[in-house]
């Protein structure tokens, strides 16, 4: 009896090992496709980084672009607004002297007093 028993136990034995072989072996699979996966992922996540860097790379192009434009655009009327208040005060400055001049030619000729 022990004989059979036994053989009945060594045949038992060795299908464990063969269940414990293939589950090693479907564990191998799950690991090197999870590592795949992880491969992929990581991947993606750098093809993602890359475009999100170059898109605000791109956008900080356009915003400094449009703050140099309204930049340029205030610093024109401020310009064109110092050339009237220039010129205005060249006029009131040439009107005095006008009347500086025609005060002193009257004053010299005598015509002033």
């Known amino acids: ?10 045949s038992g034995t060795l299908d464990g090992v ?3 072989e293939r589950a090693l072996e479907g564990r191998s699979g799950a690991d090197e496709l ?4 992880l491969a992929a992922a990581r991947s993606e996540a ?10 605000g790379v791109e956008e900080g192009r356009r915003r400094a672009a449009a703050l ?3 930049a340029a ?12 208040d220039a010129q205005e005060l060249q ?9 500086l001049v025609a005060e ?10």
């Open 1 to 10: 009896m022990t004989g059979q028993n036994g053989a009945v136990g060594d």
């Open 18 to 20: 063969r269940r414990l």
């Open 34 to 37: 999870a590592a795949a996966r």
């Open 46 to 55: 750098d093809r993602i980084l890359i475009a999100a860097h170059a898109a």
């Open 68 to 70: 140099l434009a309204a």
């Open 73 to 84: 655009a205030e610093a024109a009327t401020i310009r064109a607004g110092g050339q009237a």
């Open 91 to 99: 006029e009131r400055v040439l009107a005095e002297r006008d009347e």
């Open 104 to 113: 002193l030619a009257a004053f010299v000729t005598g015509e002033g007093a």
